[in-house]
């Protein structure tokens, strides 16, 4: 009997659906600024989740902690209508962001939703918001120089295919304006910029008055303005580089433009505080410092034979401290670092790249001899003209006291015109050695100066009658 029941049971099995599986819910207990607190909804840190606010909406968040049986979720759009008690119903897809080539040309949020008004994205695939993480042995070294389009980068900070600078500047120095002639006038293949924190106006203002149509045409622009969630700020850096990761495995040579990466420690320091870290170095949480290198290992080249991310990188230097928190982490986490200074900005020269101060680690290994050794002589005869600026300036210094300042002063007019460069004028790179060449006599070994003099023909100045 328990047989014939059973297979009449097993005959209707294939006619029934799956067993329905419960829909697992939460509440919202408590709020307190950007963070909420709910109970009752299991969930792991990075899921996310819809609340049901009042009326018909609902607001997105995602998990960023827990203590005991709460959990901590920061929403990534504006908080409207929430009362105590709202329902929190956990999201099971895994966030996809959109990607593929027919995202150039198009200016997107951090949740990958199109900003520009031209309709929805047609994109090729979605995939995970966070890349493969690649072997450090298995990439392929930075052995090739990469074309910026400025005459001062090319030249005396030459960048590697695969690098990863800073450009740290305060505010009001020209980094926008920088950061838009690169865009147009790279050898990249491919430019992905991210705007993270900036103001509203200045999003527009970049992407039609700096960037422009030619600039936009190849590029992707992901754009998180001040006034997003940090949490929307974090994820649109985080977007802005798997962007970039999925042209580079795509064979491209991808140039990566962020601005600014204070911005988005300043986005994850809003987080850790509001969640109950304790602050560290200026009010900076240790995640902070966790985070910044996690973002920026992500670049670089892939595996040999693949594409390359060139990644450069604005810092805000608050009051033009070059030892701000972030700053002196920035630059121990990078491959170089060009500082823009404001002294230069406000005597009108332009792009004001301060030289001195300014370094590409890899530049030995991207530049043929001659280039890097009068690279070298630039820096040196700029910097002694530097050093006795203020006593030429007054009138102190006497001619003939000093060669190197005597000849670091017939040089400095064209050495200046060298470093300046109009918004609208590209520098190759090739163009720009040879001007560098140009500049600045080589200099002469001590070995050379001894055989002029004992060639040098009889009755000198050094001679007796």
């Known amino acids: 009997m328990t047989s014939r029941l059973a297979d009449r049971l097993n005959k209707f099995q294939d006619f029934l659906g799956d067993e329905p599986t419960p829909e697992l819910s939460g509440r919202l207990t408590r709020m307190v600024g950007l963070t909420l607190e709910c109970v009752g909804c299991p969930m792991v840190v990075g899921d996310r989740c819809v609340i049901e606010s009042q009326g018909a909406g609902t607001i997105e968040a995602e998990v960023v902690g827990f203590e005991d049986d709460r959990v901590y979720l920061m929403p990534l759009t504006a908080i409207d209508g929430l009362k105590p008690g709202a329902r929190v119903v956990p999201v099971s897809a895994a966030s996809r962001v959109p990607v593929g080539p027919q995202m150039l040309g198009r200016v997107v949020d951090g949740s990958g939703e199109p900003l520009d008004g031209k309709g ?35 030249s005396l900070l030459t960048v590697g295919q695969g690098q990863r600078l800073g450009l740290f500047a305060g505010s009001g120095v020209g980094k926008s304006m920088l950061l838009g002639m690169m865009t147009r006038f790279t050898d990249a293949d491919i430019t992905v910029v991210g705007l993270i924190g900036e103001r509203g106006r200045e999003v527009k203002e970049f992407i039609e008055d700096i960037l422009g149509d030619e600039g936009l045409s190849r590029s992707v622009v992901v754009a998180s303005p001040a006034d ?15 962007i970039a990761e999925y042209y580079r495995d795509q064979g491209k040579r991808v140039l990566l433009l962020m601005d600014s990466l204070t911005r988005y420690a300043q986005a994850q320091r809003e987080i850790a505080l509001a969640v109950g870290e304790p602050p560290a170095t200026k009010g900076y949480p240790p995640s902070v410092f966790a985070k910044l290198p996690q973002l920026v290992e992500r670049t670089g080249n ?99 006291s000093d060669p190197e300042t005597d000849f670091a002063i017939a040089h400095i007019a064209n050495m200046r015109q060298f470093l300046q460069q109009g918004l609208n004028e590209s520098a190759q790179l090739k163009d720009s050695i040879e001007q560098l060449l140009a500049v600045v006599p080589e200099r002469r070994s001590p070995d050379r100066i001894k055989s002029a003099a004992v060639n040098a023909p009889p009755g000198g100045s050094g001679a007796r009658g």
Do not use: W
Not at 228 to 242: E, F, G, H, K, Q
Not at 355 to 366: C, G, K, L, T
């Open 302 to 400: 892939g595996r040999p034979g693949g594409g390359s991310i060139t990644a450069f990188y604005t810092v805000l230097t608050e009051g033009d401290d070059q030892q701000d928190p972030i700053a002196d982490a920035a630059r121990a986490i990078l491959d170089g670092h060009i500082v823009l200074s404001r002294r230069l900005a406000e005597e009108g020269h332009y792009p004001a790249i301060d030289v001195e101060a300014s370094i590409s680690r890899v530049m030995p290994q991207v530049t043929e001899t001659e280039h890097f050794a009068r690279a070298q002589r630039f820096k040196q005869v700029y910097s002694r003209y530097q050093q006795a600026r203020d006593l030429i300036s007054v009138g102190a210094y006497v001619k003939g």
């Open 228 to 242: 997003d969630s940090p949490l929307m700020r974090l994820r649109a850096a985080m977007l802005t580089t798997r």
């Open 120 to 154: 929805p994205l047609q994109a090729e695939a979605r995939v995970a918001l966070t890349g493969d993480i690649i072997n450090p042995l298995n990439r392929a070294p930075v052995r090739q120089s990469m074309d910026v389009g400025i005459r001062a980068i090319n």
